[in-house]
């Protein structure tokens, strides 16, 4: 099977079709980076191809959509592909340049998440997660996954673990790893919130001998940052805390922190890390911090699936220090990982064995 990525740059996007990708049998994989000449061309292309996305159009005329609307390194690596069984794409940007290249090039055209505006309906196929499963009633071509596809499995972080153990010369004891979001319309992490980790962290260390292993994002506050890098970095129970786009001996910083770890707590806001977490086969609490307004948003209803499943805990900060001592006590029982990639693999090989 031969398989081409489009990306839009954006890594949780990049991941989510790559872990794809990387479990598909003898696949071969070609990337293409989708840029466009101007945001009004990619908002043109989207709202053409909701309208007339499902009709057959002339190549010559899907020629001259991509040529006005991409770059022209973007263009010129398009007209390269040839021969491909499946375009698939993560991200509302890139899903009218994926089903233009369907048409052009007969082949099937495969979406994770829901894009907008141009929705699921001329799609081969629509991976979607719990979230948009209310949205796809009725359709035949959705393969329905709790969380998103990633590269995370507890074979491939049980691998690396022992590597990174004897690279990094770290001791045999266990290890929390701490993912932290951002900030979002729902909710955020403030300077109190902060504080109040660093406490934990401090006082969870001092009871047992134990790592901890922190990364921020790029959606991370800059103050909140600061200051965890303040109270953590330094500490000798702290043998890494990762900021991105930050120089790192480590080939992937948050991989390895995923795969050092027997315990990840991850904070609620990132729906695309809960479920990298989920993954793993490690025990993982989801970390709800400040909310902006009452209401709770979808995710949660997916968090409290997962709870119900054994996949995930949930809880507050000030739950936090008891649910560790219960996750660390049980570290050693199997936890339930998600399997979404390995259900995507499978129906897009599905489809495609349908249509020989």
């Known amino acids: 099977?031969?398989?081409?990525?489009?990306?839009?740059?954006?890594?949780?996007?990049?991941?989510?079709?790559?872990?794809?990708?990387?479990?598909?049998?003898?696949?071969?994989?070609?990337?293409?980076?989708?840029?466009?000449?101007?945001?009004?061309?990619?908002?043109f292309l989207r709202v053409f191809m909701f309208v007339f996305g499902g009709m057959p159009l002339p190549t010559s005329f899907i020629r001259m959509l991509l040529r006005s609307s991409l770059t022209t390194?973007?263009?010129?690596?398009?007209?390269?592909?040839?021969?491909?069984d499946v375009v698939l794409s993560t991200g509302s940007s890139v899903a009218a340049v994926n089903l233009l290249l369907g048409?052009?090039?007969?082949?099937?055209?495969?979406?994770?998440?829901?894009?907008?505006?141009?929705?699921?309906?001329?799609?081969?196929?629509?991976?979607?997660?719990?979230?948009?499963?209310?949205?796809?009633?009725?359709?035949?071509?959705?393969?329905?996954?709790?969380?998103?596809?990633?590269?995370?499995?507890?074979?491939?972080?049980n691998a690396e673990r022992t590597a990174l153990e004897q690279k990094l010369d770290l001791p045999d004891c266990p290890r929390i790893g701490i993912l932290v979001g951002g900030t979002d319309q729902h909710e955020t992490i403030t300077i109190e919130d902060a504080e109040h980790l660093g406490k934990i962290c401090t006082a969870v260390?001092?009871?047992?001998?134990?790592?901890?292993?922190?990364?921020?994002?790029?959606?991370?506050?800059s103050n909140v940052t600061e200051y965890l890098k303040s109270q953590l970095a330094h500490a000798d129970w702290c043998p890494f805390f990762i900021q991105p786009n930050t120089i790192s001996e480590l080939d992937d910083?948050?991989?390895?922190?995923?795969?050092?770890?027997?315990?990840?707590?991850?904070t609620?806001?990132?729906?695309?890390?809960?479920?990298?977490?989920?993954?793993?086969?490690?025990?993982?609490?989801v970390l709800s911090l400040s909310q902006k307004v009452r209401r709770q948003p979808k995710r949660y209803k997916v968090?409290?699936?997962?709870?119900?499943?054994?996949?995930?805990?949930?809880?507050?900060l000030e739950a936090l220090p008891q649910q560790i001592d219960e996750a660390l006590a049980s570290s050693y029982e199997s936890n339930i990982p998600l399997q979404d990639t390995e259900k995507a693999v499978n129906a897009i090989q599905m489809l495609i064995s349908e249509n020989k």
């Open 253 to 266: 910083p948050y991989q390895a922190i995923l795969a050092l770890s027997d315990l990840i707590i991850v």
């Open 303 to 316: 968090y409290e699936y997962m709870e119900q499943h054994s996949i995930v805990r949930q809880c507050t």
């Open 1 to 43: 099977m031969k398989v081409v990525i489009l990306s839009d740059k954006k890594p949780g996007h990049y991941k989510q079709s790559l872990g794809i990708v990387q479990k598909m049998p003898e696949c071969q994989m070609e990337w293409l980076e989708i840029q466009f000449r101007a945001k009004w061309r990619d908002n």
């Open 205 to 221: 260390v001092k009871k047992i001998n134990i790592q901890i292993v922190v990364t921020t994002s790029r959606r991370t506050p």
């Open 268 to 285: 609620a806001d990132s729906f695309s890390m809960v479920c990298e977490a989920a993954s793993s086969g490690r025990q993982v609490i």
């Open 73 to 84: 390194s973007a263009y010129n690596a398009i007209l390269q592909i040839q021969d491909i």
């Open 103 to 157: 048409k052009k090039l007969s082949a099937k055209t495969v979406t994770c998440r829901r894009p907008s505006p141009i929705g699921i309906r001329h799609f081969d196929l629509a991976i979607l997660p719990m979230l948009s499963w209310e949205s796809a009633k009725g359709r035949d071509n959705v393969c329905k996954t709790i969380g998103v596809p990633n590269p995370i499995s507890p074979d491939t972080l």
